[in-house]
């Protein structure tokens, strides 16, 4: 094989024929039947230091999920975040070192986990782990970290490679800019993961990440009474009157706007709201 790179390097050439043939060692009468020709008819020699061009092995990338072979380490390991961290943890885990497991128990209390191949193939991973009482940290109790099954592989898809993962990974990114657009996140996690993952889950994602950085829009709702009660403190002679029938469980209120075009300019804001029976009530008019 080396022989075939310097004859390429030496005359450029984009391709070489290679003839593959059979013949009895023995009956040479010596060690070794093959010589530094290309062929009898050649005169090219070929030395074993010379150089082999510009051909140079592709080094394989390393991605951002190379940390994640070092979530699982040893007994005795703590996870501060609890349960939840311990399970976000063993996912990523398994994902960068290519094998799938399942639990035995799943409990807030108690986790144990085994690799999917343990009845098929007698694999004898395993991770158990515990609730701490006093902290309400999670430890690992026992770990076998190796795996005696075949196919421990990286895999470029992977169904464990879900929602709460991408919002672990771009929450930082979200914060700095909460506008990120999905699909610039789909596009990264595929340059700097390595991993293909559809459309849905980043948006899935990202929209957790959002929520995390931001709070949920169904908080942001239940706390327009109290944004009420501070705008009348903050602006005396004021009137905010938000009317609802808590057994409608319908507290919404639809606002629009629009500008007023004439010679004194301004705009025109809106808001309405349904009672229980479907009719339109307005509520405010400015």
């Not at 004859?7 to 003839?19: C, K, M, P, W």
């Not at 209390?109 to 694999?123: A, I, L, T």
């Not at 940290?137 to 709460?164: A, P, W, Y």
Request: proline share 2%; hydrophobic share 35%.
């Amino acid at each position: 094989m080396k022989m075939m790179f310097r004859v390429l390097a030496r005359y450029s050439s984009d391709f070489v024929d290679v003839d593959v043939c059979s013949f009895d060692v023995s009956a040479s009468g010596s060690e070794s039947v093959l010589s530094n020709n290309v062929s009898e008819e050649s005169s090219v020699s070929f030395d074993e230091n010379d150089s082999l061009g510009c051909y140079k092995p592709e080094e394989a990338k390393r991605y951002c999920s190379k940390g994640w072979e070092n979530y699982i380490k040893s007994k005795d390991q703590k996870f501060q975040g609890g349960v939840e961290e311990f399970r976000l943890k063993l996912h990523m885990y398994a994902i960068e070192m290519g094998f799938e497991y399942r639990y035995v128990r799943n409990t807030k209390k108690r986790v144990v986990g085994y690799c999917s191949k343990r009845e098929s193939e007698h694999c004898g991973w395993c991770v158990k782990t515990s609730l701490i009482w006093y902290n309400r940290f999670f430890v690992i109790t026992d770990l076998v970290n190796e795996h005696s099954c075949h196919g421990v592989v990286r895999l470029q898809t992977n169904k464990m490679m879900g929602s709460k993962i991408i919002k672990s990974i771009m929450l930082d990114k979200v914060r700095e800019n909460p506008n990120k657009k999905a699909i610039d996140i789909y596009h990264e996690i595929k340059s700097d993961y390595g991993m293909e993952v559809s459309y849905r889950t980043t948006w899935y994602g990202k929209e957790r990440a959002r929520e995390s950085v931001l709070g949920g829009d169904a908080d942001s709702y239940a706390q327009l009474v109290w944004f009420g009660q501070k705008a009348v403190e903050s602006n005396p002679g004021s009137t905010i009157k938000i009317e609802y029938e808590p057994e409608t469980h319908r507290p919404i209120l639809f606002i629009d706007a629009t500008f007023i075009t004439n010679k004194y300019k301004g705009q025109l804001i809106g808001a309405s709201a349904k009672d229980a029976n479907q009719v339109s009530l307005i509520v405010i008019v400015t």
